[in-house]
Structure formats: C-alpha cells, structure tokens
C-alpha cells in the first residue's frame, strides 16, 4: 500500500504529465525541452540568490568569508546550467535510442522524498515572501529576496525532476513559443455568412440538405 507522500507525488507527476502532453501536441517540446527551461530559471535564481545575498553583506558590511559565499552562488549559477544542459542533452539521446531499439520508453516511478522536498521548497519560497513584505530596511528586503531565490531555486530543481520522469515522446518539429501566442492570438474567426431574406423549404437527406422553391421577397411598387 502506498504512504501518502508516494500517493502525492503521482497526483502531482499527473499534472505535470497533462503539461507535458499539452507542450508536444502544441510546440513539439519534449519532457527534456520543458525541463532545460525549468533548469535555465533555476540555475538563474542561484546566481540571484548570491547577488542579494551580496548586496545584504555591502550593506552589514559583513566578513570576507560571506563575500565569497556570495561570489560563488553567482558564478556557480552559470555552471550549473552547462552541467544540466548536458545531461539533458546525454539522457534524451539514450531515451530515443532506448525506444529505436525497444519501441518502449522508461516507465515512471514515485517516491515520498519527491513529493516532501517541492512541499519543503514552496513553504520556504512562501515564507521567504512573508518576509519580503514585513521587511524594514534595505538589508531585511536584501536577505528576504535572496531566499526568495534560493528557494524558487530549491523548488524548481524538484519540478524539473518532475518533467524529466514524464513517458517519453519522441520528438517533432518544435514551434516557436511566442510565435504560437501570436498565432492563437491573431488566428481569424469564420466569417459570418449573411442568408438574403426570402422563404426556404429545407428538404433534409441522409447525407446532404438540399433547399428549393427559394421565392424571392416581394417589393412594394
């Protein structure tokens, strides 16, 4: 039988499964598409992370040591990403060739430890913007931002996860995002179709509707 979190973690790979589906049918993404992006903003939020958390020691003028704890985060943002970017990369080319060999992609497993750390890590992304708005001085807003980072960063490491164990779909050709907006946005309506004024007899088949005796309107002279 299934503990909680284990059950939580399949409703909540269930709903990412619904992205994942919505983004191939409609961009040609696959899994390790949405999950390069989720890794993009995330290895984003580390390097943000150590830049607040840089702006705070300037402000508490704080020890050399907290600097370079700083420096790090902003430096290692970008490494992160390459890191990442390559087993992407790695993992999504062993899926195709495991589906050419076997036709049969990885099936998805669950476990509590998933389900816990994305709870963990939105609570702490929660609280941390509490604190942003009960901040009093430069150096509170500071160091609230730099966790509102951090753990954006926590939480989004979980949801990448999330759309990496999706069942795999091959790949198509991929659309442009904001160019499929625009297109939805701009798609036309069918015009309306304006029937002159008169009388129809409508004599309905099995397969087609056919109209006759059509008697024009009659003009006052």
């Given amino acids: 039988m299934k503990n909680l979190f284990t059950s939580l973690d399949e409703l909540i790979w269930n709903q ?18 949405l999950a390069q992006k989720v ?44 890191i990442k970017t390559e087993h992407n990369k790695k993992d999504e080319k ?12 990885y099936e998805p497993t669950f476990n509590a430890f998933r389900s816990i750390t994305l709870l963990i890590g939105l609570t702490w992304l929660g609280c941390s913007i509490y604190s942003f708005h009960e901040s009093q001085t430069d150096i509170d ?26 069942i795999f779909t091959p790949p198509s050709k991929k659309k442009d995002f904001w160019k499929n907006i625009y297109q939805k946005l701009t798609r036309q309506k069918p015009a309306n179709i304006l029937v002159p004024e008169g009388k129809f007899n409508i004599q309905t088949t099995k397969k087609y509707i056919t109209v006759s005796d059509y008697s024009s309107p009659t003009t006052n002279s």
């Fill in 16 to 33: 990412f499964e619904k992205i994942t589906q919505k983004a191939n049918k409609e961009l040609g993404w696959t899994k390790y598409d």
């Fill in 39 to 82: 890794d993009t903003i995330s290895a984003a939020c580390y390097s943000g992370c150590g830049i607040y958390g840089l702006i705070a020691d300037f402000l508490k003028e704080k020890t050399p040591l907290s600097y370079t704890f700083d420096i790090a985060c902003i430096i290692l943002g970008p490494y992160f990403h390459k």
């Fill in 94 to 105: 062993k899926e195709i060739q495991r589906l050419i060999n076997t036709n049969a992609p």
């Fill in 141 to 166: 807003t500071a160091l609230s931002l730099s966790g509102e980072m951090a753990s954006t960063y926590f939480s989004l490491n979980t949801i990448s996860d999330y759309f990496r164990s999706q």
